[in-house]
């Protein structure tokens, strides 16, 4: 079993960073990708970012390429940086964690979600 805990949304302003933070514990022995999605209000929660536990690999959804970035460290825990943040940006994000090999930017292939952290950009 793997829990997940997120920290470090907050209110900041349009053109500013964030530094979102998942930390896992538990069996992580068989990890293959973790993951942030989000979800604005009225909306389905969709793919941000997803890394191998290896961290060799990185993937991005279109619309913060260039301006978000993944990464991971060897003490179980994933980062989201933030930067260049748009109003477009707020919602709640969740970290997510995946055995599967495939499917990496898909709701349905994560197995293991945090509560989320409000991340919430003013124009």
């Known amino acids: 079993q793997v829990q997940l805990v997120e920290s470090g949304g907050g209110l900041v302003q349009a053109g500013g960073s964030l530094r979102l933070s998942c930390a896992a514990s538990?069996?992580?022995?068989?990890?293959?990708?973790m993951g942030w999605f989000r979800q604005a209000p009225g909306k389905e929660r969709e793919f941000v970012a997803a890394?191998?536990?290896?961290?060799?690999?990185t993937y991005y959804s279109d619309s913060v390429k260039g301006r978000f970035t993944i990464s991971r460290d060897n003490a179980k825990n994933t980062y989201l940086q933030m930067d260049s943040l748009k109003p477009e940006d707020t919602a709640v994000y969740y970290c997510?964690?995946?055995?599967?090999?495939?499917?990496?930017?898909?709701?349905?292939?994560?197995?293991?979600w945090g509560q989320g952290t409000q991340v919430t950009v003013s124009s």
């Open positions: 997510a964690e995946t055995k599967r090999a495939v499917g990496w930017g898909l709701r349905t292939s994560y197995d293991t």
């Open positions: 538990g069996r992580t022995s068989s990890t293959y990708y």
């Open positions: 890394i191998t536990w290896s961290g060799g690999r």
